[in-house]
């Protein structure tokens, strides 16, 4: 079992920063896929930035250059740097893990609100 637990989202206006923060209830040391997806309004839930395969990083096209994920593998923790924020990045941002064993396993955070408003 994996608990993750999500904070730092809130109101910033077009063209400011966020940093998310995603602590989980064991090592992410060899959590095979960790990261981020985001859910906005009537929109299914995307990918925005993972962890595979250890350090490899995927992003999706919308983010590149503007959001950093990051790790800190002695506090269990992942973080989603989000610069340059628009309108459209206004979602639910969840931190997501999956871990490969005899089986697949996927856990999900609760959630945090980023809303992206002038």
């Known amino acids: 079992q994996v608990q993750l637990v999500e904070s730092g989202g809130g109101l910033v206006q077009p063209g400011g920063s966020l940093r998310l923060s995603c602590v989980a209830s064991?090592?992410?040391?060899?959590?095979?896929?960790i990261g981020w997806y985001r859910q906005a309004p009537g929109k299914q839930r995307e990918l925005v930035a993972v962890?595979?395969?250890?350090?490899?990083?995927n992003y999706a096209n919308s983010v590149k250059g503007r959001f950093t994920i990051s790790r800190e593998n002695a506090k269990n923790t992942v973080y989603l740097q989000m610069n340059s924020l628009k309108p459209e990045d206004t979602a639910v941002y969840y931190c997501?893990?999956?871990?490969?064993?005899?089986?697949?396993?996927?856990?999900w955070g609760q959630g945090t609100q980023v809303t992206v408003s002038s």
């Open positions: 962890f595979t395969s250890g350090s490899v990083t």
């Open positions: 997501h893990a999956r871990v490969i064993g005899v089986g697949v396993r996927e856990y």
């Open positions: 064991r090592s992410i040391f060899n959590i095979n896929v």
